[in-house]
């Protein structure tokens, strides 16, 4: 049975009550409601006291905290300096003296051999030096973009820090991306270097990826160094990637050198990386966070909230299954900033093509003895429909908490962890579930293990996010669905968009509604108790007979049906017609929607919502539109059927499933005649 910690939250809160003479108590909802108000309404003292806590270093006096309460454009502790990468290696020794490893990786090839791999804090530390020392000597230097085609493995966190500790701009796509997707990214910030791999293995399959890569290089002139890793084939030949101006390397021979790491001490908010939107719907924003925000956002996100600490002190492993495009990759790496111990796999959450085995990533944690278990909300809901049990299959004799996150999460998968995940010291797991997003890199709704758990709710509102639900005039609602607004700073908000003249493209993606307060684009509804629901997105919402409701809740009652796989619905709000509502189903293999399930789904949705919100008509379909994150393409779908050209809503590069558009192109020409 796990042992479980004192909460690092309580360690704050006595921290705070010894240096700042702050009195709170974490551990009930109205304690925590007034910890939460303090931290929003004092932002400098709170975000002031996080630095502290930390212990995080500076060369130079910061001047102040903040220097004016502003939305957009708030700067945050001038004159302070830092590194992210020196705030990981501060962890180092102690950790490899405890005999804690930096890294626990297994990837597809590793499972069938019954093998893990460990990276050691020094090894970690030689190789980051070395690589970073000759991406110096190729003329890297401070602000260059050097991006990654690379798979979640301890290459690419090696990568990431090489370049971060430089100062460095880092910016990676996963390798199952398609070309376009990656070049409407890696475009956008003329990039020097490229670090990649020749290729992956994903459901038991390899694929290939030196002709993707070959075209990517011809269309990014700006690239003067390749890196090439031989994760596929080590006899791969990478002279096919050379040029008369692009110079190709290896990146074990990079790898291998002894080294002094010595990461360069970078202003607070100078530029860390480049992430993206999902680049559905046009141009992905290029968007850029600093090393300072990062950091302060990730240690209070991960400490306080996910309750993680030093490997050494809490025997914390950290997992959450993530590819490189998806910022929960950011998040996995993140908890080195910690001294967290982190668990990293690469490969199928189900096994082999063909023979799902939902079961494989609790094997991985049972082996790498995982303390948090995260994943997206999608992966739970598989393991239920797969009747995965498993505590029956392995001990978990390590894991204390689940984090969840990427879409609301089911009430039923609440359900299904208390009743096939271990107990926590007598007591159901603890399961964190967040909301937040790529845009701030960080999280605006969390867990907290002192406070109650309520199915179907998030515990609360981060510390430091002035998080509310607001109507269309701007006033906040409690117990109301409303727009997700963050009415003050966050450090690890954007410095700004990559080649944004003006900030004008920032502006209007977050501050058109409400000028000066951040709009998320998510429904959410604050509880009186303190928690949160979300709803989805705000502008994919179905508004019937002027009733408005989030998809997730339909959904929720379409896909507890057992003969659902995965379903979409928009609502279609036509001038001068009625709202038409089609509900779209993938069904399981051998089940065609015939009238009596189509019934039942519509007897289901009015018995959990409303009849306004049954469907006008239901569609079964081969598969849902998603995006490469996961995420169901309830826009791009509901503007294809509002009439948008399909190449203007789709980036069929940009999805995990394009070979499913056409059926919805079709669907959208049948509906296209007159009134």
Request: aromatic content about 10%; some cysteine; charged content about 20%.
């Amino acid at each position: 049975m796990s042992t479980v910690p004192e909460p690092q939250i309580n360690r704050y809160t006595r921290w705070l009550a010894k240096t700042r003479g702050l009195h709170f108590d974490a551990t009930t909802t109205e304690g925590y409601d007034a910890m939460w108000r303090w931290s929003v309404g004092d932002l400098d003292a709170f975000w002031s006291s996080v630095w502290d806590y930390f212990d995080l270093q500076s060369p130079t006096p910061r001047s102040t905290v903040l220097v004016e309460e502003k939305l957009p454009g708030a700067q945050w502790f001038p004159g302070a300096q830092l590194n992210y990468v020196q705030q990981v290696f501060r962890h180092a020794d102690a950790a490899h003296a405890a005999g804690h490893p930096a890294i626990v990786f297994q990837n597809e090839r590793l499972r069938e051999r019954g093998e893990l791999q460990e990276v050691s804090w020094p090894e970690l530390r030689r190789q980051v030096a070395s690589l970073a020392a000759h991406l110096q000597r190729l003329g890297v230097e401070a602000g260059d973009r050097v991006v990654a085609f690379l798979p979640n493995t301890p290459q690419t966190a090696i990568a990431f820090l090489a370049v971060a500790s430089l100062g460095a701009v880092w910016s990676v796509c996963s390798p199952d991306m398609g070309p376009v997707a990656v070049l409407d990214r890696f475009r956008q910030i003329a990039p020097k270097v490229l670090i990649a791999c020749d290729g992956y293995v994903y459901g038991g399959n390899a694929h290939d990826r030196l002709p993707v890569l070959e075209g990517l290089l011809a269309e990014l002139p700006s690239v003067q160094h390749v890196v090439l890793w031989r994760y596929l084939d080590e006899g791969a030949s990478p002279a096919r990637l050379a040029s008369a101006t692009r110079q190709v390397h290896d990146f074990h021979t990079l790898t291998a050198d002894d080294a002094a790491l010595a990461p360069r001490w970078v202003a607070f908010d100078h530029p860390l990386w480049v992430v993206y939107s999902s680049g559905t719907t046009g141009l992905p924003k290029p968007i850029v966070h600093g090393h300072g925000g990062v950091v302060l956002e990730a240690i209070k996100m991960l400490g306080l909230h996910n309750n993680l600490g030093a490997t050494v002190d809490t025997g914390d492993r950290y997992h959450w299954y993530s590819a490189t495009g998806w910022i929960m990759w950011n998040s996995q790496v993140a908890g080195l900033l910690l001294g967290t111990t982190i668990c990293i796999y690469d490969g199928s959450p189900s096994g082999k093509s063909g023979q799902p085995d939902w079961s494989t990533l609790w094997r991985f944690a049972d082996d790498t003895k995982a303390t948090f278990f995260g994943a997206g909300s999608a992966f739970y809901a598989s393991c239920l429909k797969a009747d995965v049990r498993p505590k029956e299959i392995v001990k978990l004799a390590h894991l204390r908490a689940l984090g969840a996150t990427g879409s609301p999460l089911a009430t039923e998968c609440y359900r299904w962890a208390y009743d096939h995940v271990p107990k926590v010291g007598g007591r159901d797991i603890w399961f964190s579930v967040i909301s937040g997003g790529t845009d701030f890199a960080g999280a605006f709704i969390a867990g907290l293990p002192t406070l109650p758990v309520v199915e179907g709710q998030m515990q609360c509102r981060c510390l430091g996010a002035a998080v509310e639900a607001w109507n269309e005039k701007g006033e906040p609602l409690i117990d109301e669905v409303g727009e997700l607004v963050c009415a003050k700073p966050m450090p690890s908000m954007p410095l700004y968009f990559w080649n944004d003249e003006g900030h004008r493209r920032y502006h209007d993606s977050y501050f058109d509604m409400y000028p000066g307060v951040w709009r998320h684009g998510d429904w959410i509804r604050i509880l009186p108790n303190g928690g949160s629901i979300i709803y989805g997105r705000s502008d994919a919402t179905i508004n019937r007979h002027g009733i408005r409701m989030g998809t997730s809740e339909l959904y929720r009652a379409v896909e507890a049906q057992p003969e659902v796989l995965d379903s979409l619905v928009v609502d279609l709000e036509y001038l001068g017609r009625d709202s038409y509502m089609p509900l779209f189903v993938v069904l399981r293999e051998g089940v065609t929607l015939d009238a009596a399930l189509d019934k039942r789904l519509r007897e289901a949705i009015r018995t959990a919502l409303s009849a306004r919100h049954v469907p006008n008509e239901i569609f079964q379909v081969s598969a849902i539109p998603r995006t490469l994150s996961g995420k169901k393409m309830e826009l791009p779908v509901k503007k294809l059927l509002l009439g948008t050209p399909p190449e203007q809503v789709f980036k069929l590069d940009a999805m995990a499933n394009a070979d499913c558009v056409p059926w919805f192109v079709a669907f959208a020409k049948r509906r296209a005649g007159p009134p």
